[in-house]
């Protein structure tokens, strides 16, 4: 005998707590009900013989408590739900797994339009619907997480029909072996396990094309095994082993059929290096047909418009007709673009006749451009011609230039620039070239701001954050190409006539390393950023190449966290690590379809959220937090779906392999078991469940109570 | 107040244009059932001076001249004087009980017993009887003074009207006032349930040597009788607050049913032997109808 309901000790103790209550309630005086008589003398003759009889009325009262024991025992073996053991082989376990990618958004002509999940769930419903009173099932969505809609197998079919309507398809990836793998792991230990698989097939992460040529190497990795079929190409499947070893019943059901696409594939921009304020955008269309279609291309700009009921006004960039061969791409490139927003969208629509796009999912992609912002910065040098120039060559520089000397960098210095410069925002970056002070005289300016972003160029000094021993005719060894600042740099036989190698501590970041030590360090500390050059650039060749503007550009966009690389969008169907203000405990994020999550955590800066729709996600500070210095109140990210896979919406053309195949519904013939048997006058004959002839007791030990009591024997 | 105007509301239901009608029906009723019979007015057996001759006897010194038969002494020469009969009026005195007890039913017994006190009055002063209220519980709650003639009965009609809730029933000590009280002889209707911790047969016998010819109108309320009691309750007396803790069940409510029986026939057994005129009546039967067994087992209307 197993339980299936609760556990067998929570069983016990509210049966005990029942019986206690049960046996206070009948050991406490009852409060009778008061009735008004004329004349109690009369009652009193009659009740001298009644007392006589007491004893007997209290062993009738017993008999109550104890019918109302056995009651309460029995609903609490009702809830129990204990199975024979026989019993629990009878049934099956299933665990239906459906796909709910965004592949399964496409629409099926020949099935209504109806979408490829609304199929699926209308063939799982056939199997629900078919099951016997004895099978259990679990129903897992699978996506880019796999969610199990039912907790555990259940076999109520109403909880089953609900979280099979409650299915939607998400812009993501499916995780199909994680959702097998989950399967596997949630049919152990249970009896006639088997897993139904709804999907169209298009998940190449479960089956990949082995090259026939070398020959496929069976490889096992972590319990799983490689089944083989097909001849040409050569198809592996990557299955859990006991779907393999057969273990566990398996059967993929294919939804779906053969249908076209056309996809954005690619979606990016990014911005000029010399000129921020202009971008370059670059879009991939790609073409899942198995022929040459026509395209319409639109590029447009989402233009934040309350009067409008989306929101936003759509201004029209650029439209192109776009030719595509069939399983072919197109890359189309916008150049010079200065943005209305910096909420950008692009949109693709078939536009040859008699055909039809089945999966819309993939036709919009969506970008969001940070919004840009001239940067100052404050050069303090004792005359360098060289530097000036190369920041001044920058458009997006606003550059101040001061010798060390001057008095607006020391007490009591200039108060005319004082004044002229506290009516501005501080300097984003202040560079010192050349300059040291000793220690008793730090720079001390109004609009130098501590934290900060500090470019130190051959630092010098006792109050320099860097310490430094100098070297003579540096060889630069390697360069960390993977820093921002060393982007496209090429500093390739620079010739140095001295430089300093500098001290590094923990966390510093080596960008470039000459043969005696570090010669350009970056480091973050305590809110700024540093970065030192050990070298003056007036003794190097740097001087005449344009390396020089490069590396300041690189630098400057380091420290205030701009990029020039390319500016994409968050993936739906993956977990995001999204950035957030310094010092916010917790954000909301509000999805494009008005879903609020309320008090995402953040950790080191960060907030992780899982996203499963395309489009423009607002985030805002947690209620604690709002109103919070330096906290924006509503900032937005953009998240596109670009899945080669998922766009390519071919079903597969066979049923992933498995040994014993099922049709959808049928239930295996049961075997005759000769213990069953001797049950078969409980179980055989009808379809009930022990529980239900514990509901069945009670009943019918209420009605004897109910009979006992108004005949006046229990009271 | 709303309870006090409901209050009143009832009492004006209570003898209403049908009511006069009923009672009025009633005395002509009472008229029929004598027809025939010798009408014999009440008379004492006080021989004053009436103007009936009722017998001679001897002078004495002092008695009045007046009286002197001179015809009987003119033939015997014997001084006697003539007796004639006195006509007194009949007292008929209606108890009724107004404690707490015969505040319950529905309709209260109490106004059951205010309609059947109202009833036998008009009956009394059409009969040119006096008639005299005294309502009682734990002793006499007030009194209406002796009246006689039709044209009173409105008095009887506001005096009951006014009857107010009693307390406890104490039949002997508001006996014991009332014979002290009233030394008129005559008719004593009691009018109660009857339902005296102390015991109703001191408070009768007391009636009785007190030379009052007394009628007992027990009233009860049928659910007295077949209380719809169940399970564990706990009786609480209207009249003493005594409170008992009882499980009924159907065999101890047949127990009470024999035992409220056998109260009413104790009380029944008790006025025949003491040869008082006993009615028993539910107040759920018609109080006319009890109006007429009085009426039939003679006494009241002579």
Redesign the interface.
């Known amino acids: 005998m197993k339980f299936m309901g609760i556990g067998l000790q929570s069983a016990m103790m509210i049966a005990g707590g029942f019986a206690l209550g049960l046996l206070i309630l009948y050991v406490l005086k009852?409060r009778?009900?008061?009735?008004?008589?004329?004349?109690?003398?009369?009652?009193?003759?009659?009740?001298i013989?009644?007392d006589a009889s007491s004893w007997f009325?209290r062993l009738k009262r017993l008999l109550s408590l104890l019918l109302w024991v056995l009651v309460t025992l029995l609903i609490v073996l009702a809830m129990a739900d204990p199975q024979p053991e026989q019993e629990l082989e009878r049934g099956t376990n299933t665990v239906l797994v459906i796909d709910t990618s965004a592949s399964m958004a496409t629409r099926e002509p020949l099935e209504g339009n109806r979408t490829r999940l609304a199929v699926a769930v209308g063939k799982a419903t056939e199997f629900v619907d078919a099951m016997s009173p004895h099978d259990k099932v679990m129903l897992l969505a699978v996506d880019g997480q796999v969610r199990s809609l039912t907790g555990d197998f259940t076999d109520d079919v109403a909880v089953l029909h609900e979280a099979l309507e409650s299915l939607q398809p998400s812009a993501t990836e499916a995780r199909m072996l994680e959702a097998l793998r989950t399967a596997v792991d949630s049919l152990t230990d249970r009896k006639r396990p088997q897993i139904l698989l709804f999907s169209d097939g298009a998940h190449s992460e479960l089956a990949r094309i082995v090259d026939a040529g070398e020959g496929a190497a069976p490889s096992t990795t972590e319990g799983e095994v490689n089944a083989r079929v097909g001849a040409e190409p050569t198809i592996e499947y990557v299955l859990p082993d006991k779907l393999i070893r057969d273990e566990i019943q398996f059967d993929h059901e294919v939804v779906g059929s053969e249908s076209g696409n056309i996809a954005i594939s690619g979606f990016n921009i990014r911005r000029y290096l010399s000129n921020k304020l202009d971008y370059e955008v670059y879009v991939q269309v790609r073409n899942f047909f198995n022929r040459p279609v026509f395209a319409e291309l639109t590029l447009y700009n989402l233009i934040p418009d309350e009067s409008t009921a989306t929101g936003f006004f759509y201004k029209i960039i650029e439209k192109r007709t776009l030719e595509l061969g069939p399983g072919s791409s197109e890359l189309r490139f916008y150049k010079n673009l200065a943005l209305a927003s910096d909420h950008l969208a692009a949109k693709v629509e078939l536009k040859t006749p008699g055909l039809a796009d089945a999966l819309d999912l993939d036709n919009e992609a969506f970008v969001l451009v940070p919004k840009f912002k001239q940067a100052r910065i404050l050069a303090i040098t004792p005359g360098n011609l060289f530097l000036e120039a190369a920041l001044l060559l920058n458009r997006n520089f606003e550059v101040d230039v001061m010798t060390p000397d001057d008095p607006f960098l020391h007490p009591g210095g200039s108060e005319e620039l004082r004044v002229t410069n506290l009516n501005k925002t501080p300097y984003d970056v202040v560079i010192f070239d050349n300059s040291f002070w000793d220690e008793d005289t730090p720079p001390i300016s109004p609009a130098i701001e501590v934290p900060g972003n500090f470019l130190y160029i051959n630092p010098k000094g006792a109050a320099s954050p860097f310490q430094v021993s100098n070297i003579d005719e540096p060889i630069i060894e390697r360069i960390d190409r993977k820093h921002p600042i060393a982007r496209w740099l090429v500093l390739k036989d620079l010739n140095l006539v001295r430089g300093s190698k500098i001290r590094t501590q923990s966390g510093d970041r080596v960008v470039v390393r000459s043969v005696d030590g570090p010669l350009v360090v970056a480091r973050r500390e305590a809110g700024s950023n540093l970065v030192a050059i050990g070298f003056s650039i007036v003794e190097s060749d740097l001087v005449f190449r344009v390396a020089l503007p490069v590396m300041l550009i690189n630098t400057v966009d380091w420290f205030l966290d701009e990029s020039n690389s390319l500016i994409q969008a968050y993936r739906t169907g993956q977990n995001w690590h999204v950035p957030v203000p310094v010092g916010l405990g917790a954000i909301n994020i509000k999805n494009p379809h008005g879903a609020i999550d309320k008090n995402l955590p953040t950790h080191e800066g960060k907030a992780v959220y899982y996203g499963a729709y395309t489009g423009f996600y607002a985030l805002s500070p947690a209620e604690e937090f709002a109103g919070m210095e330096g906290v924006p109140e509503q900032w937005e990210i953009a998240a596109n779906f670009s899945s080669a896979r998922e766009s390519d919406i071919t079903p597969a053309s066979k049923p992933i392999p498995s040994h014993e195949a099922v049709a959808v519904g049928e239930k295996p013939t049961e075997e005759k078991d000769p213990q069953l048997e001797q049950w078969s006058w409980v179980f055989n004959h009808t379809d009930y469940d022990i529980w239900l002839y514990c509901v069945f007791a009670v009943l019918g030990l209420l009605l004897l109570e109910w009979f006992t009591?108004?005949r006046?024997w229990t009271? | 107040m709303a309870k006090l105007k409901a209050t009143s509301a009832r009492q004006s239901e209570l003898f209403d244009e049908t009511f006069l009608k009923k009672i009025e029906y009633l005395y002509i009723v009472s008229k029929k059932i004598f027809v025939g019979r010798s009408r014999a007015e009440r008379k004492t057996r006080k021989v004053a001076s009436g103007i009936e001759f009722a017998d001679h006897r001897n002078y004495t010194a002092g008695d009045d001249f007046r009286y002197l038969d001179w015809n009987v002494f003119g033939r015997t020469e014997k001084l006697l004087l003539r007796l004639f009969e006195e006509e007194e009026d009949l007292y008929i005195y209606f108890l009724v009980d107004t404690s707490t007890s015969m505040q319950l039913g529905s309709p209260r017994k109490l106004d059951y017993a205010k309609k059947v006190a109202a009833a036998l009055a008009y009956i009394g002063l059409s009969n040119m009887d006096r008639v005299c209220i005294v309502p009682f519980n734990a002793q006499l709650a007030g009194r209406l003074p002796p009246s006689r003639g039709k044209g009173q009965i409105f008095k009887v009609f506001d005096f009951l009207q006014d009857l107010n809730e009693g307390k406890q029933t104490l039949m002997y000590e508001a006996f014991k006032s009332f014979v002290a009280q009233n030394k008129r002889r005559g008719i004593a209707v009691v009018i109660s349930d009857f339902y005296d911790p102390g015991g109703y047969d001191a408070a009768l016998n007391l009636l009785r040597y007190q030379k009052f010819e007394t009628y007992c109108i027990q009233i009860y309320d049928d659910l007295e009788l077949r209380p719809g009691l169940r399970g564990d309750i706990e009786l609480v007396d209207c009249e003493t607050g005594e409170r008992r803790s009882v499980t009924v069940t159907p065999k101890l409510l047949d127990r009470y049913r024999s035992a409220h029986q056998g109260f009413c026939e104790a009380l029944e057994d008790y006025c025949i032997k003491r040869n008082m005129l006993y009615f028993r009546t539910p107040i759920q039967m018609d109080f006319d109808d009890l109006i007429l067994r009085v009426f039939r087992a003679g006494g009241f209307i002579a």
């Open positions: 009852l009778r009900r008061r009735i008004t008589v004329p004349f109690t003398p009369l009652w009193s003759r009659v009740l013989d009644k009325q009591y108004h006046r009271v």
